[in-house]
């Protein structure tokens, strides 16, 4: 799956050129047959865990702050 996911990431941003894809932590919510939800965390190949938080933790710090000013009205 780790491929499929690579290739298909590859895919997107070379058809929308944004570069060579270096390595990806994609986290996804999902609906099984009975309708339950979860989430799936997944990587490209080789990536380790500790690259794999630190990819996360930057992702999330860069959307807090756009939130965070979004929320307090664009005043910080």
Same mark, same amino acid.
């Given at each position: 799956m780790t491929t499929? &996911? @690579?290739d298909a990431l590859s895919g997107v941003l070379a058809d929308h @050129?944004?570069? &060579?894809l270096a390595r990806a932590v994609v986290v996804v919510e999902v609906f099984d047959e009975d309708g339950e939800r979860s989430l799936s965390i997944l990587t490209t190949p080789g990536v380790m865990e500790w690259d794999a938080l630190g990819l996360c933790r930057y992702g999330v710090l860069s959307v807090e702050g756009p939130a965070a000013a979004y929320f307090a009205g664009g005043d910080l």
């Open positions: 499929d &996911l @690579e @050129e944004r570069g &060579l």
